[in-house]
């Protein structure tokens, strides 16, 4: 699909499907997405989905702060982050659909689930708050997935390796931008400090269950954590803040995030997310 202009793309001629993502490349064309020999495929599939809903889900929060970033660079860099993701969403649920067999789109998968058919961890889905909470939420999900990627960049599917060697490139800088805020606020001023160790605060009672490990993963989980920490208490230390002491967030039964049981928050996210492609499952324009 080419076009001098978006302009022209908008034509019945055309015909182009632009209301909520279709019509767009699959993101593995022309790439071999055939399920190397021993690896399940249901349950890469299973894997993929999860890694690429916390792709999803946050991306479409940090799309939430532009025009609300402190200064105008900020809204650029955020902006491009949320991008980073939503690309990385893009190639790990078109993954899922090819590793299962089922052949779904990204599209699919991302308009047409249920909130339970999620399942993304539910620090992705956190919103509101001020900046501090933004680059404490950042920060955590970004060494935590930064340290999760490198790791498989030596999966034995051959494209879920690619995706994380693409992926690292990009969260690395992810992880780089949220801990010079974090340095940034925490050492500056008296309120900026209050301000970023009340985000942390808020944060803290849903890191442990980036740790919590799952029968579908390549990577296990709990090997994280020790990366995660050093990383984590090196930024603390230079930003001058506190490692907080709360608790972790329950689930319900044993149940969180990876399960489909997310936070209340996340039935308003999906409301605005998959409004327009619910309403309109076939629309074009």
Request: aromatic share 8%; proline share 3%; hydrophobic share 45%.
């Amino acid at each position: 699909m080419s076009f001098d202009n978006a302009y022209e793309a908008i034509t019945e001629e055309n015909d182009s499907r632009w209301a909520f993502g279709t019509g767009f490349e699959d993101p593995l064309s022309g790439v071999d997405t055939t399920v190397p020999s021993g690896v399940d495929g249901a349950r890469l599939a299973a894997y993929c989905l999860m890694l690429g809903d916390d792709a999803l889900i946050f991306s479409h929060r940090l799309q939430e702060w532009c025009t609300n970033a402190p200064e105008l660079e900020d809204e650029v860099a955020i902006a491009n982050i949320a991008l980073d993701l939503l690309g990385q969403a893009r190639l790990l649920l078109a993954r899922a659909g090819k590793a299962d067999g089922s052949d779904r789109t990204e599209d699919s998968y991302a308009f047409f689930r249920s909130e339970q058919e999620y399942r993304n961890v539910r620090l992705a889905e956190l919103d509101g708050g001020h900046f501090g909470h933004l680059v404490a939420r950042l920060l955590v999900f970004s060494i935590w997935r930064l340290a999760l990627l490198q790791r498989l960049q030596a999966s034995v599917d051959p494209v879920l390796a690619a995706i994380a060697d693409k992926g690292v490139k990009e969260v690395a800088y992810h992880r780089d931008y949220a801990a010079q805020w974090a340095v940034r606020l925490g050492d500056g001023t008296e309120l900026s400090h209050e301000l970023m160790q009340e985000g942390l605060d808020a944060v803290w009672p849903y890191v442990d269950e980036l740790f919590v490990a799952h029968e579908a993963e390549f990577v296990e989980s709990p090997s994280l954590r020790p990366e995660f920490d050093a990383i984590l208490d090196q930024v603390l230390a230079v930003a001058t803040l506190k490692r907080p002491e709360t608790g972790a967030i329950a689930g319900v039964s044993g149940r969180m995030g990876r399960d489909g049981v997310h936070t209340e928050r996340m039935g308003y996210l999906l409301a605005t997310l998959q409004s327009v492609a619910r309403e309109h499952p076939d629309a074009t324009w």
